[in-house]
């Protein structure tokens, strides 16, 4: 059974730009739902898709966007990066929307 | 609003020395108290789910335990490999988001 997988690993933009982070979904679940990392802090719930439908959102503004594909794999989208942004961007997966969640690896975000 | 509190936020331990991790939560409804074991720049890996109080789930070394106001993590016998933040995340009954409320984490460093 494949866990959750995230690419790319680490990433470094500017302010200003615009970053695309990926998200692949262990076998069997159709959920997943990203969380936003600062460092020393827990995670932050940003959104959940189930079944490819934003299903809840956290207290994110409009610019993060995602999108989630029929074989249940997400991506997250940042608009107009800005320095707050720098943090560790977690993608879980789920059975179901209140299942058990089960986290990747991460990708962390540096803002410069 | 979702809240989760977690003390100690670290604690220094010596190996086989037993001591517990405090969650204090409030919620509109819980749906479940999680546990999680994160190492640094990795994400959470899943420990325990508990739904109501009363319950408790076992792990190696490690025991949850759920009242209405709390969770504690127990450790017994704790080894250097125990070292790591514990993560204590709630889901609400609600309609809506169905993401993960987390505390900021306990830091366990367990000394040989």
């Known amino acids: 059974e494949t866990g959750v997988t995230q690419s790319p690993t680490h990433l470094i933009k500017t302010r200003g730009q615009q970053v695309t982070l990926r998200c692949s979904s262990q076998?069997?679940?159709?959920?997943v739902s990203w969380y936003q990392q600062a460092l020393g802090q827990g995670p932050q719930f940003i959104f959940q898709?189930?079944?490819?439908?934003?299903?809840g959102r956290g207290n994110f503004p409009p610019r993060f966007s995602g999108l989630q594909f029929p074989n249940y794999s997400s991506e997250l989208n940042v608009n107009a990066l800005e320095l707050d942004d720098s943090a560790l961007y977690l993608c879980?997966?789920?059975?179901?929307?209140?299942?058990?969640?089960?986290f990747g690896p991460g990708t962390r975000l540096t803002v410069l | 609003e979702d809240q989760v509190t977690q003390s100690p936020e670290a604690l220094r331990l010596q190996e086989g020395e037993s001591s517990s991790l405090n969650c204090s939560y409030t919620?509109?409804?819980?749906?479940?108290l999680f546990w999680y074991r994160q190492d640094p720049g990795k994400g959470p890996e899943f420990l325990f789910t508990?739904?109501?109080a009363g319950e408790e789930k076992e792990k190696e070394r490690l025991k949850a335990t759920l009242t209405k106001k709390e969770s504690f993590l127990h450790i017994t016998a704790p080894k250097p490999e125990d070292s790591a933040t514990y993560l204590c995340?709630?889901?609400?009954?609600?309609?809506?988001?169905?993401?993960?409320?987390f505390g900021k984490g306990t830091h366990l460093i367990i000394q040989p």
């Open positions: 879980a997966s789920s059975k179901d929307s209140i299942g058990e969640q089960f």
């Open positions: 919620v509109s409804g819980l749906r479940g």
């Open positions: 995340a709630v889901q609400a009954r609600k309609g809506g988001a169905d993401g993960l409320t």
């Open positions: 076998s069997g679940h159709n959920t």
């Open positions: 508990l739904y109501s």
């Open positions: 898709y189930y079944r490819e439908e934003e299903n």
